[in-house]
């Protein structure tokens, strides 16, 4: 009987065990498999709205995030731009119809190097949200990090204003992708052709958009923007190349570079473009300002050249803290530790003055009333314990 109540008790006592590992074995497996399942993306916001203005979409739009989908033959283009994704769309609104594409990149930037190499000289300003140019129908503007080509079966008085809707509608970049480039405020203003302006942020870029310097001599490898534009001076016409590096050092570099490559003329090595080698030997000229380099060729003369670059300044809004506007960490943790003794000073120092002004003023106030300095007189009785005793 004894033996039988054992066998049972040993066999009651492992369930539990048996069922703590059968848990375990369950728990192990659905983690895995909650694993193994890939969390979905989340979907993006469509680039462009369901309908503006009286402009209503129509059909389901198409979108990629390929730039050889969009432009295969300018991919390398996009690519260098920072290119995100795309989205085109039709849209009517009585008699009309309306195809609009966008672009989106990474930054600002991107947005506005792709605006400048997608417009044409030919094509005329207009004011749609940060720069617009439009030939008949067809009208090109860029706003925030996307870029919008629109095309209208037929212009109106009122296609412009229907698209400036349209660009406050549009998603809205934060952070630094908000920030604007600002390369071309440094560009002379006299005989500038702002149409022409083209800028770059890779090689593929600046090349297709008609550089005349070779890419390998401007050196994007090492954080280089280029902003080219036509000048039409009284005494001829040239190109205007300005580059901004990360630093003036890198933009010495660079120009004893450029000035050792103009000085050897067009060799075998050198290979110049045609720009440079039409230009006036006069109108080959640089100029360094800060991390800016300036090059001129054309057909200018050697004086115009010259009062081009000399319009060239570069300012930077620094704290001068110390000779090179610089301030290292240890400078930081020095000027920190003088900053906590000077703090300790003036505490003490205004302690010493409230106990001055509260001890000393008081027994001041006493005397000139004709009482001892101190309120401890002579006729105080003080008790004292003669412990020794």
């Not at 006592?13 to 848990?23: E, H, S, V």
């Not at 000289?121 to 129908?137: H, K, Q, R, T, V």
């Amino acid at each position: 009987m004894s033996s039988l109540l054992y066998f049972f008790r040993s066999r009651f006592r492992a369930i539990p065990r048996i069922a703590g590992l059968l848990a375990c074995v369950l728990l192990v497996s659905s983690s895995a498999g909650a694993r193994s399942k890939p969390e979905a993306a989340p979907a993006l916001p469509p680039l462009l709205p369901m309908a503006f203005s009286a402009w209503q979409q129509v059909g389901t739009p198409q979108r990629s995030d390929r730039p050889a989908a969009v432009d295969a033959g300018n991919a390398a283009v996009l690519q260098e731009c920072g290119f995100q994704r795309f989205e085109s769309a039709a849209y009517t609104r009585d008699d009309g119809k309306l195809a609009v594409r966008a672009m989106q990149f990474e930054d600002a930037s991107g947005a506005w190097s792709a605006f400048t190499f997608y417009r044409r000289p030919n094509m005329l300003p207009e004011s749609i949200g940060a720069g617009a140019a439009y030939d008949g129908a067809h009208i090109l503007f860029w706003s925030g990090n996307l870029l919008v080509d629109a095309t209208f079966n037929h212009l109106t008085a009122m296609s412009a204003s229907e698209l400036r809707d349209l660009a406050q509608q549009l998603p809205r970049p934060v952070g630094s992708a908000a920030i604007l480039p600002n390369l071309d405020g440094y560009l002379p203003v006299q005989h500038l052709q702002r149409n022409s302006l083209r800028y770059a942020l890779g090689p593929q870029t600046y090349a297709l958009g008609g550089g005349a310097l070779p890419p390998s001599l401007v050196d994007f490898a090492r954080g280089a923007e280029v902003v080219t534009a036509q000048y039409e001076a009284a005494d001829g016409t040239g190109l205007l190349t300005l580059l901004e590096y990360p630093t003036p050092q890198i933009a010495m570099d660079r120009e004893r570079a450029m000035q050792s490559y103009l000085r050897a003329g067009n060799t075998t090595q050198s290979n110049w473009s045609q720009l440079l080698v039409s230009s006036n030997p006069g109108a080959l000229q640089t100029r360094r300002s800060g991390p800016l380099v300036a090059v001129t060729a054309g057909d200018f003369s050697a004086a115009e050249a010259q009062n081009v670059l000399g319009h060239l300044h570069y300012e930077a809004n620094v704290t001068w803290n110390d000779p090179k506007g610089y301030i290292s960490d240890a400078s930081k943790l020095g000027r920190l530790i003088v900053g906590i003794f000077t703090l300790v000073g003036i505490l003490a120092g205004t302690a010493l003055l409230i106990g001055f002004f509260f001890g000393g003023g008081r027994a001041l106030l006493r005397r000139l009333r004709g009482k001892p300095a101190s309120a401890l007189d002579e006729t105080m009785e003080i008790i004292t314990l003669n412990l020794r005793n």
